[in-house]
């Protein structure tokens, strides 16, 4: 009888514990990936971090600043310029946002730094002379920081879909860093086009400001044009004297402004080379000597023609606020649909 006692006794005490440790708990490691899936969510590493931080800041800055820009500049260049940088900036912004909404661990900075909010200040408190040297040597600074960024997540980052991000708006910024090495660096400049396109945004600033008035065709060509047949073939060379490549075709823009010429960059002998999109205000276009009987030149046939049209006949081009190391790195240029 006391055997049963005992017996049962020890059967009671048994079983709650039974109960109890029955069902392993899970590890919580593996409750908290758990939790992360079920919520679609990834840990951030402090990689990952870092680099949406500096993002963020990044674009806080490129539109703050870019935004002056549009209220302190009448220059048509800059003004193009920052427009095209305030779109880009909050489409990337917008599109860094949506990303970390579903990495874990990541929150978004709602200001900028100290290093970037000192060089807003300076901005701020810069006269119209100073402001334009600022906001070009900032413009350049900045985008050479970020491509740096993007290229180093782009190649090392830990999160495919982010890399893949920074893979895809590396050639953006490449084309961002272009633009702005290519505004002027004479402050005198500022207000004016620059030397390489005066005289085809003379031609097209005429037109333009007979709107209004009926069109008619072009009966003759003035000194003001320049023909696209003669610049395509023309050599562009660098400020100091090595051979760019010469130019294949010119981008032009809807308002019959000329964007961009796109030039072969690099190979040998054709083979190899890239096709770059360098922004016409960027080259610097040096008219051919036309009067024989001064300079005791021979004239070809096609100086002659040039002559009689009356158009500028290209000679030689030279590329400003651009190296061909800097365009040797630029992305090649695509055109649509190809």
Partial sequence: MRRGVIVATCMAIALPAYAQTGTPKAPQGAQTQSQSALQGQTEASAATRQFVEKV?????????????????????AVQRFARQMVDDHTKTSSELKSMAQQIQGIKLPDQMDKQHQQKLEQLKSADDRQFYQLYRTQQIEAHQSAIRLFDDYAKNGDMADLKAWAQKTLPALQQHLQHAQALPQNPAQVGQAPAGASQNRHAQTQHRTQAGQKTAPLATASSDHIMASDLRGTTVYGANE?????????????????????????????????????????????????????????????????????????????LRGMTKQDLEAAPAFKARGN
């Fill in 56 to 76: 963020a800041i990044s674009d806080m800055f490129e539109l703050q600043s870019n935004k002056m820009a549009l209220d302190k500049s009448k220059d048509d």
């Fill in 242 to 318: 090595e051979k760019i490549g010469e130019i294949d075709d010119i981008v032009l823009q809807r308002d019959g402004e000329v964007a961009a010429v796109v030039v072969g960059v690099g190979g040998f002998l054709g083979i190899g080379e890239k096709k770059v999109a360098i922004p016409f205000e960027a080259l610097d276009v040096q008219a051919r000597e036309r009067n024989a009987a001064t300079t005791g030149t021979m004239r070809s046939d096609q100086n002659r023609a040039n002559e009689s049209s009356g158009t500028t006949n290209p000679d030689r081009i030279v």
